[in-house]
């Protein structure tokens, strides 16, 4: 809610000092990478996988990672013309409530569905994300020990509305 100064001049709040980047940490602008530079990684080779392949790609995504922060994927599988679709029901998602949105949150127990409160370099991140896996479930030891035999499965979290979320989502269009 802005706020008054006087009768014609309306301030905008306080940003939330957790949320602002502190200068040190801001990127100076001779360090700035462009965006023709930025790392692409072809997955078409793990059409036909084999282990010189997939460690090929491992480290092109390492390297990317390491010295970009992210990348770009071609030959992912993923058909054009879903990404409409996908775009449109985040939108609806993202338009929901925060109480709505965080009936799917993820969890220590989850770690898919709904979260705000990410952080990068303890800063908190101005971002929603929305994580699910391809599968419905996974299967996974039940603790951290190296003998441990329980296993716990973890199911991805879908929420009610939009009604087409998980219709749309890109579980329908990856095969796996």
Known sequence: MP??????????????????????????????????????????PLQTPNSHDLADIVAQVHISLKEWGFFVVVNHGVAPGLWPEVIRVMSEFSKLSFEEKRKVARNPNMPWGYNESDHTNNIRDWAEVFDFMLKEELSIPASLEPDCQETSTLHNQWPENPAD?????????IEY
């Open 3 to 44: 706020t008054a100064v006087d009768s014609t001049v309306m301030l905008p709040p306080p940003i939330e000092a957790s949320t602002m980047v502190p200068p040190h940490l801001r990127p100076k602008p001779d360090t700035v990478k462009y965006l023709e530079d930025v790392p692409v990684i072809d997955l078409s």
């Open 165 to 173: 979320f998980r219709k749309n989502s890109l579980l329908k269009s």
